[in-house]
């Protein structure tokens, strides 16, 4: 259970989160959704115990993120960066593996991480050669690898740099995760996917969270035309659900 009691961060003059309260456990999906500068990577990154906040705390099983051993957490937690950059020339195969460094060794789980992000063909090409979604894909990769039975997942936009195939590819891995026990936190600007593969969504606006439930509870028309500044309608599915597309900007 990762419980985030009275959150704040400020640069400066600066709120980047104001006085944040919330809970995400296991076998969901979250969506952290919000316009830029909203906030969103910074609580990810409170979230992984990558950055103290200013003030209030974010709780592992009642053990304060950034007061535990880097080992400790990182045998709980897995974190992907909204940018991740490997400069070394290191093989795909190899930054994979990175993942098991806090981890005692366990047969088949590089291949399977590799595997489920369609990574298997790569592993032996250098990851500064690659595209910057197989980059992506290559971190995401080592977060699976990495992950424990009933773990969490922390990841800042994971899917916007991959082509529509591996952004679903991604999507569906998460969601397999997630029923299998971990819990999954994921930014995400691409609202439609949100919807879709959420079981709850934190909205953020302007540093503080302006809702969090389930998804058909937060994401509402008028919710997202606030945060959003643009328009939204509804559109149906072949199965007979719904979803919010905005609406084109006028000229």
Request: charged residues 20%; neutral net charge.
């Amino acid at each position: 259970m990762l419980k985030i009691t009275n959150l704040t961060v400020q640069f400066g003059s600066i709120v980047a989160l104001n006085d944040i309260t919330a809970t995400v456990g296991p076998g969901r999906i979250t969506a952290v959704i919000g316009a830029n500068a909203s906030g969103k990577s910074t609580l990810l990154r409170c979230m992984a115990g990558l950055l103290k906040p200013t003030d209030g705390e974010v709780s592992l099983n009642d053990r304060r993120v950034y007061h535990m051993p880097p080992r400790a957490l990182a045998q709980r937690l897995a974190y992907v960066a909204q940018r991740p950059s490997i400069a070394a020339a290191f093989k795909v195969e190899e930054v994979v593996s990175l993942g098991r460094y806090a981890l005692p060794s366990k047969a088949g789980a590089i291949d399977d991480a590799m595997r489920r992000l369609d990574l298997s063909a790569l592993a032996d090409r250098v990851v500064p050669t690659l595209s910057v979604g197989q980059q992506q894909r290559v971190a995401i990769a080592r977060a699976f690898a990495q992950h424990q039975d009933q773990g969490i997942v922390v990841l800042d936009e994971p899917t916007s740099a991959l082509d529509m195939k591996h952004a679903l590819l991604c999507a569906a891995q998460l969601r397999e995760l997630a029923d299998n026990g971990a819990t999954v936190i994921m930014s995400v600007h691409d609202l439609t996917m949100a919807a879709s593969i959420a079981d709850e969504v934190m909205l953020l606006h302007e540093g503080s969270l302006l809702g969090h439930g389930r998804v058909e509870q937060v994401m509402t028309r008028e919710t997202l035309q606030t945060v959003f500044g643009v328009s939204f309608e509804a559109a149906r599915r072949t199965d007979g659900t719904s979803v919010l597309l905005p609406t084109l900007l006028s000229r």
